[in-house]
Each structure stands twice: as structure tokens, then as C-alpha cells.
């Protein structure tokens, strides 16, 4: 268990440490040369409804499935060992390492995310980012609503938490309230799409807003805490300017 004294650091990892724009682009061009045009659109149909039936992306899940249509379609072999070889640790965001040794020295790094018990932990720990937090790593159906269980496994007088969803800041916000600073990346598809379920009016807004994870490490401690009294969605500072005089080692 960690200190109740220092604050915990809640870290999203798709698209808030890891691309996974980025693979959902390198699978979507996998599938069209296995499978064509009409496999590909079915994975991805069965994908979707995987989603909705479970909560949470299932993307070897989706690969069983499209097994029963296509039984002697030896092409899922070549799709699961894809997925499972796949480089993670190339496609981390810039920097991401580095954030997570950085926050690491004024508290305890947690990577708390939502997604299927086999894919999503091989993600993490090939792409280096369990080792990077000690194995502390939680991985839930809907995470917003296990925050008794998050107090209990890592209690803390104060949370930080970084995700690229701003329904998730929110949501969490709203129960946590002054107890948590949320931190907005502006990176990844959610982000940026006022229509998707995450949308960006989601209240209340973050307590800070960066263009990229690699922006923290211009933060201090000081600073992220202050974040949370001084109002919602203070941006980044440009490359180079000061965060309140708290930006700098």
C-alpha cells in the first residue's frame, strides 16, 4: 500500500501514455491485407459489439469470434500472433517514460485503466510501463466506479489523475471533488471529438489541459496540487515558459 501522505498518480495508459490510435491504424491496415475489405469490416463490427456487450475493448476477444464465422480461414492465426507481438514500446508517446519517473519522485505512480485481463496487461508490460510503476497496476471494467476499491489498494490524502477522457475526469471529479486534480492530455481521438460519449463539455471541466503528456514534466508538485484550487482547464505553458515559478527542478 502507499503513503497517505504523498499523493497518488493515477495514469490512463491508451492514448494518454500509449498511441493506441496509432495501433488501431496499424490492426485496420493488418486486417485489409489478411482479409480484405469485407473481413475487416466484420472485425471491427464484431469489435464494436464486443465493446457494448462488455464495457471495454476485447480486441483478442473480437479475434475468437470472427474464428467461429471463418473456421478455415487460417488469416486469424496471423491476426492474433499481430496483436500479440505487436511493438508496444514503440508506440508509447513521447516522453511517456520519462513523466512516470518524474511524478514518481513526488508520489506514487498507478496506472489505472479499463480493458480485458490478457491483451491489456501484455500491452503494459511490453510497452515497459508496469515495470515503470513497480507493477502497480490496476485494470477495471468501468474504472470511474471503483474508486472505494482504488482508495483501499492505494490510500491517499490526494489523487492526481491524467486520462485523455473528460467524462472520466469528471465523473471521478464529481465524487472525489477537491480531493483530486484532474489532468486533461489533449491527445487521441476522444480528445478531440465533441461527439464521442467522452465529449469535451463533460462538467466539470479538467483542472489543467496539456496538448501532450510529455508536457508535465515542465510541472512541479506545487503546481499540479495548486491546479486543483485554481480554477478548471488552466492550459499548458508553452515550451520554454514557467508554471508559476514551479516548472523547473
Known sequence: MTSQVNPVFLLDCDNTLFDNDRLHNDLQAELD??????????????????????????????????????????????????????????RLYPAALEVVAHLDAWG???????????????????????????????IYVHKETMLNDIEQRHPAQHYVLVDDKPRILAAMKRAWKDRLTTIFP??????????????????????????????????????????????????APAKGESCGGRDHA
Open 186 to 235: 489533449r491527445q487521441g481521438h476522444y480528445a478531440n471529438d465533441r461527439h464521442a460519449p467522452d465529449a469535451l463539455d463533460a462538467t466539470p471541466a479538467p483542472d489543467l489541459t496539456i496538448e501532450r503528456i510529455g508536457d508535465l514534466l515542465h510541472y512541479r508538485l506545487p503546481a499540479l496540487q495548486d491546479a486543483a484550487r485554481a480554477g478548471p482547464a488552466r492550459a
Open 108 to 138: 506514487s505512480t498507478v496506472l489505472l485503466t479499463d480493458g480485458d485481463v490478457v491483451f491489456q496487461p501484455r500491452k503494459l508490460k511490453r510497452s515497459g510501463l508496469w515495470q515503470a510503476v513497480g507493477g502497480r497496476v490496476l
Open 33 to 90: 491485407y489478411i482479409f480484405g475489405t469485407a473481413g475487416r469490416d466484420r472485425y471491427w463490427q464484431i469489435f464494436e459489439a464486443l465493446r457494448t456487450e462488455l464495457g471495454y475493448a476485447d480486441y483478442l476477444g473480437a479475434v475468437q469470434r470472427l474464428r467461429f464465422e471463418a473456421a478455415n480461414d487460417m488469416g486469424v492465426l496471423r491476426l492474433s500472433a499481430f496483436l500479440l507481438d505487436y511493438p508496444f514500446a514503440a
